[in-house]
């Protein structure tokens, strides 16, 4: 198993431009996130999905969408990137039999610069 | 609302000494708690969880974690600490409804010296 797999591993962009993270798991798992990670902040949910056809909104979704059209795959894209996009994020995933008690595994990142 | 807290920014041990991290949590019902790891520009690593039962958690790499629930804490602890322990430590709660959405604390670093 290749776990979650996310693509690119860096990126810059300037201002307005737009972009899709890539974010892949071969585990079958019906649950994805995506998460940002910013010094001192932890991580915060950007956006969910339970499932193929069903996304939802976390704490922090303005200036990000998402879709989900297989279980494997679960795209982010930034529609206009702005200078306080630049972050580092992750994508989790995990079952969701065990609903909240079912652990996520997350993937190696993507570091993002908007210039 | 929920919400999760680690009051220390960075922990400091020498090898061999015990560590712990520390961890606190806001939940209305039952708290589910996870603690992850993050090693330098590396995602993060599952440790372990407490979702009921015995108050004191087995994890990966020797770690264990104390569920308190007087004092709404999860504690990360190792009997002995290692240099290659020396990473970024998250403590999680899960909010969501039926699903897994993660609140994190902010992260404590835990610097371990030779």
């Known amino acids: 198993n290749a776990g979650v797999t996310q693509t690119p591993k860096f990126q810059v962009l300037k201002t307005g431009q737009s972009m899709t993270l890539q974010c892949a798991q071969d585990m079958n798992h019906e649950y994805m996130s995506w998460y940002r990670q910013d010094p001192g902040m932890g991580l915060r949910l950007i956006h969910y999905?339970?499932?193929?056809?069903?996304?939802d909104q976390g704490e922090v979704p303005n200036g990000y969408n998402v879709s989900r059209s297989t279980t494997e795959d679960f795209p982010l894209r930034l529609l206009s990137a702005a200078p306080s996009q630049t972050s580092v994020y992750f994508c989790?995933?995990?079952?969701?039999?065990?609903?909240?008690?079912?652990?996520?595994?997350f993937g190696p990142g993507t570091r993002l610069l908007v210039l | 609302a929920q919400s999760v807290a680690q009051p220390e920014d960075q922990v400091n041990v020498a090898e061999g000494n015990p560590l712990t991290v520390k961890c606190t949590y806001s939940?209305?019902?039952?708290?589910?708690l996870f603690w992850y790891v993050q090693y330098p520009n590396r995602g993060l690593q599952f440790l372990l969880k407490?979702?009921?039962?015995?108050?004191l958690v087995k994890g990966s790499y020797g770690f264990e974690a104390e569920f308190n629930k007087s004092q709404t804490s999860f504690h990360l602890k190792k009997p002995s600490a290692l240099v290659s322990d020396s990473a970024l430590y998250f403590c999680?709660?899960?909010?969501?409804?039926?699903?897994?959405?993660?609140?994190f604390g902010k992260g404590t670093k835990l610097s371990v010296k030779p």
């Open positions: 407490y979702i009921t039962g015995d108050n």
């Open positions: 939940v209305s019902g039952n708290p589910y």
């Open positions: 999905s339970v499932g193929a056809g069903i996304t």
């Open positions: 989790a995933s995990s079952y969701l039999g065990q609903g909240r008690g079912e652990t996520q595994y």
């Open positions: 999680a709660v899960n909010y969501g409804g039926s699903q897994g959405n993660l609140i």
